[in-house]
């Protein structure tokens, strides 16, 4: 089944509805997600703007990168190991 993915200002939409008083159950309903997909991004974005939820998934997304990077390196560096290693 795939997944559909969000984007920062839908899921800050949703929860402003969800904050203005419409029930989890139906704004979920009405949206296409479960109800406990709601309370996640309530409780991983609640009180946040939309600007700060914009600069989050930036950060998450340097952050992925860069662990990329470092275990590229890593494997970099372990190959250079065994090949120093080795005896000519």
């Known amino acids: 089944m795939k997944t559909r ?3 920062e200002a839908q899921v800050f939409r949703i929860l402003k509805e969800v904050d203005s008083g419409v029930l989890v159950v ?3 309903r009405e949206h296409g997600v479960s109800p ?3 309370h996640r991004w309530k ?4 009180g946040m703007t939309l600007s700060e939820l914009k600069r989050l998934k930036a ?3 340097e952050n992925a990168r ?23």
Do not use: F
Request: no cysteine; glycine share 2%; charged share 30%.
């Open 5 to 7: 993915r969000y984007s």
């Open 26 to 28: 139906n704004a979920a």
């Open 36 to 38: 406990a997909t709601i």
């Open 43 to 46: 409780s991983k974005y609640g």
């Open 59 to 61: 950060l998450e997304e």
């Open 66 to 88: 860069l662990k990329r990077i470092v275990a590229q390196q890593a494997l970099d560096n372990e190959l250079l190991r065994e090949i120093n290693a080795k005896k000519w």
